[in-house]
């Protein structure tokens, strides 16, 4: 059934269909280490260190598992206070040590505290972008699978939000996942951003996805349509897979539910037909 957006804009609400198309990225995470030819396990080292940022993981059965634990520290407590964050990206690109270029500029006071490689490990131009994890249900945490732009060009820095999920909004009926496209600090874009119900436990496995074209991101949950955003992103992304501990109001932390665990079966791209 097609809906409209406006008066000349029909939506295309037909459920995601993936055969037939070969995947130029199908991570499993079978072997057992990180692939470090696609992952960098360090969120936006930048601003921090590599080694205040490095992800905690380990590879499971059938599983990559990051995890948040008692011991882990705050990522950036300069510019980011207390979060507590654990990631990998396909990317890395930041300017000299004091400049204020770096990917993921989240305030205007951001300054580089340590120099960085650049690293161009996977970084998808349209086409199908699909992850299968699992969320953490507990009010501090929260998942997230959002692919930004390589930003090399400034204004290259928008983010498609393929999902973002806090364990406070997961209740035993279902829950609720942020997907959409943010501009960040790309002027050309707006903000088009939403949360969708979905029902069912979210603490289980579930598919998310976009299927991205010049002119349209079409996000997807479980391979069905639940948003079209008609924007035009014409850039490279890079992907990015957090789990969060965000910080309470008094200071304290619930350390009798650590660790917080984001459990990932699968990430797969699939090129522009």
């Keep these: 059934?097609?809906?409209?957006?406006?008066?000349?804009?029909?939506?295309?609400?037909?459920?995601?269909?993936?055969?037939?198309?070969?995947?130029?990225?199908?991570?499993?995470?079978?072997?057992?280490?990180?692939?470090?030819?696609?992952?960098?396990?360090?969120?936006?080292?930048?601003?921090?260190?590599?080694?205040?940022?490095?992800?905690?993981?380990?590879?499971?059965?059938?599983?990559?598992?990051?995890?948040?634990?008692?011991?882990?520290?705050?990522?950036?407590?300069?510019?980011?206070?207390?979060?507590?964050?654990?990631?990998?990206?396909?990317?890395?690109?930041?300017?000299e040590r004091g400049s204020p270029i770096g990917q993921h500029r989240f305030r205007d006071s951001l300054v580089v505290r340590e120099e960085q490689p650049e690293r161009r490990l996977h970084l998808p131009r349209f086409g199908v972008i699909e992850v299968r994890m699992a969320a953490v249900r507990h009010p501090d945490a929260m998942v997230a699978f959002w692919p930004i732009g390589f930003e090399d060009r400034p204004e290259d820095s928008g983010e498609i939000c393929i999902a973002e999920i806090f364990g406070s909004e997961i209740d035993d009926d279902g829950g609720w996942v942020g997907v959409g496209v943010k501009r960040q600090h790309d002027s050309r874009l707006r903000d088009e951003f939403e949360k969708i119900r979905v029902d069912g436990d979210l603490t289980e496995m579930h598919d998310y996805a976009v299927e991205w074209t010049p002119d349209a991101v079409r996000f997807f949950i479980d391979h069905r349509w639940v948003k079209t955003v008609h924007q035009r992103i014409d850039y490279p992304v890079q992907l990015m897979l957090d789990l969060y501990e965000l910080p309470r109001a008094d200071g304290t932390r619930d350390t009798a539910a650590l660790p917080h665990t984001l459990r990932v079966e699968r990430v797969r791209t699939f090129p522009p037909r």
């Excluded at 037939?20 to 936006?44: I, N, S, T």
């Excluded at 995890?67 to 396909?90: K, M």
């Design 1 to 95: 059934m097609a809906d409209m957006t406006d008066d000349t804009t029909i939506l295309d609400t037909s459920p995601l269909d993936l055969d037939g198309r070969e995947p130029d990225l199908d991570e499993r995470f079978g072997e057992g280490v990180l692939d470090e030819k696609v992952w960098w396990p360090h969120y936006l080292p930048h601003w921090s260190s590599r080694e205040r940022t490095a992800a905690r993981y380990r590879i499971a059965p059938d599983a990559l598992e990051l995890f948040i634990d008692a011991d882990t520290a705050p990522w950036s407590p300069e510019f980011d206070g207390e979060n507590r964050v654990c990631h990998l990206q396909t990317g890395q690109f930041s300017g």
